[in-house]
């Protein structure tokens, strides 16, 4: 008997962790993307590099894959969310179950806008929003510095546009600098109150949702540093019932289902713990799940009986190797390399690191083959 499918939207790191999840569950799965990615490297994986120059041509692809036998779909990208919901009516009536929230969920954790109003609507400890005027400045009652500002559609329209995913500015010019800069870019801005100067910890609380059953844990993000407002390269298994707590309840309250990653910032001078924003999909770190017992994809699914025997709260550190080279010694950010973090600490975090973003001793090229990309990045000024 044939395995049932999974495909896969999107070929990123997230995309090759969800492959490897996948495969220990005994499902088939299938990359599909329109651009390349880490996944495509999988040895566990079928690929499909859909050459299309408009999302119709995917959804043929995609409705052509459903009819070969019974299969499930998942997005793993704020760009894919963004066309499972154009798409959602079609892709329902095609596949055996689509693994994400309604599109009325997804619309609030992808658009800044309503996410912040329904934080505020809902009482969720949430940083402030405020909403320049039409000359693109704040009323200056209202005027709190420092300020966060961000793209409307977050990391993948900064992406598209060469922006930064966040800028905290501190005064009047600065913001009226940085309005500019998106204005030029052609890119709706969200200003909000910034947490950076306070003393930040950093945690992301990873979770599972179907109806009653939820299974969730907590993660703490150690790099980069919480100012530079970037991915998560070196991240630890960290229990904490406060964060996890205030996850859960809001997934409740949502009626979430499907995949999450919920960023929490905790103030040590306050105590304050403040809902960043809700990932509505599977996320770079999501292989903490199955290494600690988590399996997030099996609770979506039908099968056997969830097991949380296996759980861990603690023990599992996470490393994209890559990236935190970057991140640790690069010219234009590396904390290493400006004192931030000493080389003794660095060295101690990869002798303890024992989930990986990209190396499986039975998945070894996506490893391998971005290696040397990573090596050489670290000596450039920019980012890649």
Not at 206 to 226: C, D, Y
Request: glycine content about 6%; some cysteine.
């Amino acid at each position: 008997m044939s395995r049932k499918r999974l495909i896969i939207l999107g070929a990123s790191v997230t995309a090759l962790a969800v492959v490897r999840n996948a495969a220990t569950l005994n499902l088939a799965p299938v990359v599909l993307d329109t651009r390349d990615g880490t996944a495509f490297r999988s040895s566990l994986a079928q690929t499909i590099f859909c050459d299309g120059n408009s999302d119709g041509e995917v959804l043929h692809t995609l409705l052509n894959l459903s009819q070969s036998g019974p299969c499930s779909l998942i997005a793993t990208s704020d760009r894919w969310i963004d066309f499972l919901i154009s798409n959602r009516s079609s892709l329902e009536q095609a596949y055996d179950t689509v693994l994400q929230a309604s599109n009325d969920v997804l619309s609030i954790c992808t658009d800044k806008l309503l996410f912040a109003h329904w934080c505020d609507k809902n009482n969720v400890a949430a940083p402030r929003l405020y909403q320049p005027n039409e000359q693109g400045l704040l009323p200056e009652a209202e005027e709190h510095y420092p300020l966060l500002v961000r793209p409307y559609k977050g990391a993948m329209n900064a992406e598209a546009h060469g922006l930064p995913k966040a800028v905290e500015v501190i005064d009047r010019a600065d913001l009226q600098q940085c309005l500019k800069t998106f204005s030029d870019a052609r890119v709706q801005p969200i200003v909000t109150q910034s947490l950076l100067g306070f003393n930040l910890t950093q945690y992301s609380v990873g979770l599972a949702r179907n109806g009653t059953q939820m299974v969730s844990f907590v993660a703490e993000k150690l790099r980069p540093v919480a100012e530079q407002c970037a991915v998560g390269s070196y991240v630890v298994l960290h229990e904490n019932p406060a964060v996890e707590k205030l996850a859960r309840e809001v997934a409740d309250h949502i009626d979430y289902f499907g995949i999450a990653e919920f960023e929490i910032l905790h103030a040590k001078e306050t105590g304050e713990n403040y809902l960043i924003e809700i990932n509505a999909r599977p996320w770079i770190q999501y292989d903490l799940g199955p290494r600690s017992g988590h399996n997030l994809l099996q609770v979506l699914l039908d099968g056997p009986a969830y097991n949380s025997s296996r759980e861990k709260k603690s023990g599992i550190h996470w490393l994209d190797f890559n990236d935190d080279l970057f991140n640790c010694f690069s010219r234009s950010v590396g904390i290493v390399r400006r004192g931030k973090i000493s080389l003794s600490t660095y060295v101690v975090s990869l002798l303890r690191a024992n989930a990986f973003a990209k190396w499986h001793p039975q998945d070894q090229r996506p490893f391998w083959q971005t290696l040397g990309r990573s090596v050489f990045g670290i000596f450039s000024r920019g980012r890649r």
